[in-house]
């Protein structure tokens, strides 16, 4: 399957194809953490997503951590 990751800084858009699912989210976070805006991932079938929808719909919503305690030796 076929996955377009597209995203725009300023007035220019970049698009990027992929052939793995994990590899269009990991360049749509990616290009997200260099400052760029609107990035999309877009399948075969024509259905935009952001990369946290991807991921959460691959691998469901990520559980919360509870916070460690840590006791330190006087």
């Known amino acids: 399957m076929n996955f377009t990751v597209s995203a ?3 007035e220019r858009r ?3 194809r992929h052939s793995s699912i994990l590899g269009a989210v990991e360049q749509g976070w990616s ?3 260099a400052g760029m805006t609107e ?3 877009t399948d075969a079938a024509g259905r935009a ?3 946290n929808a991807m991921h959460q719909h691959l691998f469901g919503p990520r559980a ?3 916070p460690v305690e ?3 030796a006087a």
Do not use: T, W, Y
């Open 64 to 66: 919360s951590v509870a």
């Open 14 to 16: 970049f698009s990027f």
């Open 31 to 33: 290009l997200m953490v």
């Open 8 to 10: 725009r800084v300023s």
């Open 70 to 72: 840590v006791k330190l």
């Open 49 to 51: 997503h952001c990369p």
């Open 39 to 41: 990035v999309v991932i």
